[in-house]
């Protein structure tokens, strides 16, 4: 795979974000949401797509998973071509979809390192399941997240389900918390955003572990169910990483736009999952 010269780089007026991720048919979370939530960073939206669901505000009706190949020339096609300048990862399915994924960006941040380039930052939200429940990730492919991708993440973004599912934490109090995210910082990513959308009490205590240190975010928590959350957040982080900011800024200015969102969302026809604009 050739990487795009420096020449053509400047042909770009704004940054470039790849969200590798999958269709969601409402509009509420996956590509769509990544997409519309790059604009509103002013950051050029590119996408490689991971599976097709047919869903509404009711569910998950149908899931239609991409070949790997299909991922992996998706990749080659958008790395060789666009001045990609930070990507997301939100569902992927399967194993061998990781596994593409992952040999992928291991090899384009080789060819990047053997020209003197620093490695494109990687957000990697831990898609699960859907807020309506349907599985998003196939349970075996855990394992390979875990192995694979997450070494190469600057950051993780699990709501507190996926942190549990990620560590085998009950997560019972902070303490729990706390030590799930040090696991995964140990199994190589940078740094974890705890999201606490689906934790209790009247303030959200979103909390940013890395290397240096722990960071915690307050907002208050407001009644009823969201789709698209996880999605707008790290879609968020990754255009504010493309914009060059460093990860603290982005993760405040991302989580600042989510909270700015959600009084605005509006519930579906057919459930009262509330949809984030
Ligand atoms: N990606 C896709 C394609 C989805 O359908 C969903 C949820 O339904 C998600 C990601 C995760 O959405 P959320 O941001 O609500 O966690």
Same mark, same amino acid.
């Given at each position: 795979?050739? &990487?795009?010269?420096?020449?053509?780089q400047?042909?770009?007026?704004?940054?470039?974000? #790849?969200? /590798?991720?999958?269709?969601?048919s409402?509009?509420?979370? =996956?590509i769509?949401a990544?997409?519309?939530?790059f604009?509103?960073?002013?950051?050029?939206? +590119?996408?490689? /797509?991971?599976?097709?669901?047919a869903? %509404? =505000?009711?569910g998950?009706?149908a899931?239609?998973?991409m070949p790997?190949?299909?991922?992996? *020339?998706?990749?080659q096609s958008?790395?060789s071509?666009? @001045?990609?300048?930070?990507a997301?990862?939100g569902?992927?399915?399967n194993?061998?979809?990781?596994t *593409?994924v *992952?040999q992928?960006?291991q090899?384009?941040?080789?060819q990047r390192?053997?020209? =003197? !380039?620093? @490695? /494109?930052? #990687?957000?990697?939200?831990?898609?699960?399941?859907?807020?309506?429940?349907?599985a998003?990730l196939?349970s075996?492919?855990?394992?390979c997240?875990?192995?694979c991708l997450l070494?190469?993440a600057?950051?993780?973004t699990?709501?507190l389900?996926?942190?549990?599912? !990620?560590?085998?934490? @009950?997560l019972?109090n902070?303490?729990?918390?706390r030590?799930?995210?040090?696991?995964l !910082?140990?199994?190589?990513c940078q740094?974890?955003?705890?999201?606490d959308g689906?934790?209790? =009490?009247?303030?959200?205590?979103?909390?940013?572990?890395t +290397?240096?240190?722990?960071?915690h975010?307050?907002?208050?928590?407001l009644?009823g169910?969201?789709h698209?959350?996880?999605?707008a957040?790290?879609?968020?982080?990754?255009a504010? #990483?493309? !914009?060059?900011n460093?990860?603290?800024? +982005?993760v405040?200015?991302?989580l %600042?736009? &989510?909270?700015?969102r959600?009084p605005?969302a509006?519930?579906s026809l057919?459930?009262? &999952?509330?949809?984030l @604009?």
């Amino acid at each position: 795979m050739s &990487l795009p010269t420096k020449h053509h780089q400047h042909r770009f007026h704004s940054p470039v974000a #790849l969200s /590798i991720a999958g269709s969601d048919s409402s509009g509420g979370a =996956g590509i769509q949401a990544d997409l519309r939530h790059f604009q509103y960073f002013d950051v050029f939206g +590119t996408t490689a /797509i991971t599976a097709i669901t047919a869903q %509404n =505000g009711a569910g998950v009706q149908a899931v239609e998973l991409m070949p790997a190949a299909m991922v992996q *020339a998706q990749l080659q096609s958008v790395l060789s071509g666009m @001045p990609v300048a930070a990507a997301k990862t939100g569902m992927l399915g399967n194993h061998d979809i990781i596994t *593409a994924v *992952a040999q992928t960006w291991q090899s384009m941040n080789q060819q990047r390192q053997t020209q =003197g !380039l620093a @490695p /494109i930052p #990687l957000v990697l939200d831990p898609v699960m399941v859907a807020t309506s429940g349907a599985a998003l990730l196939q349970s075996d492919a855990t394992q390979c997240l875990l192995e694979c991708l997450l070494p190469q993440a600057t950051v993780v973004t699990p709501n507190l389900p996926e942190l549990a599912a !990620l560590t085998g934490s @009950p997560l019972t109090n902070a303490h729990e918390k706390r030590q799930a995210a040090e696991q995964l !910082l140990q199994r190589g990513c940078q740094a974890v955003l705890m999201k606490d959308g689906h934790g209790d =009490g009247q303030q959200i205590d979103d909390v940013l572990l890395t +290397t240096q240190g722990e960071f915690h975010f307050g907002y208050p928590r407001l009644e009823g169910e969201f789709h698209g959350t996880g999605c707008a957040t790290a879609a968020s982080i990754c255009a504010g #990483l493309a !914009l060059g900011n460093d990860l603290h800024t +982005t993760v405040e200015q991302a989580l %600042n736009h &989510l909270h700015e969102r959600l009084p605005l969302a509006r519930a579906s026809l057919c459930s009262d &999952l509330r949809y984030l @604009p």
